[in-house]
């Protein structure tokens, strides 16, 4: 019977390998589009040309071209690199900011720790993408302000990851026996607590870049986020909402590319916290 379950916990740990393994690759090739992609484009993503208004897909033009004749697929591989790489800077800032509100909290304790929290949930209280637009409605429009009111929005969760997970692990043995050595409390932040939290937190922002992209395309598309003519994947689809019964390809092709983009992220987060629940079983 033992003999069985350390096979099934062998495959099960293939599995999750072979997961992640093809999740990484598709998101290592949906950088890589979205990185060089633009060096090999068929057409200028920003060239208008009346004359090639609203084709239909064609040979010339995979995608077909919108209502100034800019090609469609020229504009959504363009916009691609806008939309993901602005989302992994947000998940990347909110990640480093949460996180050391978090730590902050978790080793101070005390008032500051309450102060933290208390604004902390301030920011839960509201939902996401409504707080998201009432941010991004202050600021202005543009990819900066958009930036910063998704940030505003989404550090919220690893604060209280990384708060949680202080004070789960500031009382254990090895943390009691590093302060009996003397170590500072930086010392134990970085050197015993924070290799800790790093699964979590991984797991946590790959999730994340999918949410973010979908955000920052919704604020785009209400007009909050990037503005005309940047080529980004909401911005895109607000600029063709317009035309949706004339030249629905326009809006159905951007909606399938982010509709990937956000799958390939998920799928990655998923196999990744799969791997590391796995490794955790097998300990």
Same mark, same amino acid.
């Given at each position: ?13 293939? %599995?999750? #390998? ?10 290592? =090739? ?6 060089? +992609?633009?060096?090999?484009? *068929? ?9 090639? !208004?609203? =084709?239909?897909?064609? /040979? ?5 071209? #919108?209502?100034?004749? /800019?090609?469609?697929?020229? /504009? ?29 909290? +978790? ?26 637009? !009432? ?24 604060? &209280?990851?990384?708060? %949680? ?11 009691? @026996?590093? &302060?009996?050595? +003397? ?11 924070? *290799? ?9 922002? @790959? ?21 005309? *003519?940047? @080529? ?7 600029? !063709? ?5 004339? !030249? ?24 990744? /916290? ?5 490794? &955790?079983?097998?300990?």
């Amino acid at each position: 019977m033992m003999n069985f379950r350390n096979g099934k916990k062998t495959g099960e740990g293939a %599995s999750s #390998d072979i997961r992640l393994i093809m999740s990484s690759l598709a998101v290592l =090739l949906l950088l890589a589009i979205c990185l060089f +992609g633009e060096h090999f484009l *068929p057409h200028d993503p920003y060239l208008v040309d009346m004359g090639n !208004a609203f =084709l239909p897909p064609c /040979r010339d033009y995979i995608f077909g071209t #919108d209502n100034l004749g /800019r090609c469609v697929m020229c /504009r959504i591989i363009a916009g691609g690199k806008t939309s993901v790489f602005v989302a992994l800077g947000v998940v990347f800032v909110v990640m480093i900011l949460g996180t050391l509100i978090g730590v902050i909290a +978790g080793f101070a304790g005390g008032i500051l720790d309450n102060a933290l929290m208390k604004v902390t949930l301030v920011f839960q209280a509201f939902p996401a993408f409504v707080l998201a637009i !009432a941010i991004g409605a202050i600021l202005g429009t543009g990819i900066i302000a958009g930036m910063i009111a998704l940030i505003a929005v989404y550090w919220t969760t690893y604060a &209280r990851l990384s708060r %949680s997970m202080i004070l789960a692990y500031k009382n254990d043995n090895y943390i009691k @026996a590093a &302060r009996l050595y +003397g170590a500072s409390p930086s010392a134990i932040v970085f050197k015993y607590v924070l *290799p800790n939290t790093l699964g979590v937190m991984a797991v946590t922002a @790959a999730l994340d870049v999918g949410n973010v992209i979908l955000s920052m395309a919704g604020l785009s598309f209400i007009g909050l986020g990037a503005a005309r *003519p940047t @080529a980004e994947w909401g911005a895109v689809m607000n600029e !063709a909402s317009a035309y949706f019964q004339t !030249a629905p390809w326009i809006i159905m092709f951007n909606g399938i590319t982010l509709f990937l983009a956000v799958i390939v992220f998920n799928l990655f987060g998923d196999s990744l /916290r799969d791997k590391l629940d796995s490794k &955790r079983i097998n300990k």
